[in-house]
């Protein structure tokens, strides 16, 4: 199992996809157990699979916009 957060944080989460390739999904936890991690990014809610997680962390809150 990867090791994350409590859902609400923030998290960055690089997985690969079924082409090989690895991509990164970056947003708030909603969930995750043993199966499944669930984060809300700027694409939408993605599902991951843990089997395909390479890495995981939480990350700071994103910058405030400048004026």
């Known amino acids: 199992m990867v090791n994350l957060p409590?859902?609400?944080h923030r998290?960055?989460?690089?997985?690969?996809?079924?082409t090989g390739q690895a991509t990164d999904a970056?947003?708030?936890?909603l969930s995750a157990?043993?199966?499944t991690v669930v984060v809300d990014g700027k694409r939408g809610v993605?599902?991951?699979a843990v089997a395909?997680?390479?890495?995981a962390k939480e990350v700071p809150p994103p910058p405030r916009p400048r004026q």
């Open 6 to 8: 409590a859902p609400g």
């Open 11 to 18: 998290v960055v989460v690089r997985y690969l996809l079924p």
């Open 26 to 29: 970056l947003g708030e936890l």
């Open 33 to 35: 157990d043993a199966e």
């Open 46 to 48: 993605e599902r991951i």
């Open 52 to 55: 395909d997680i390479i890495a």
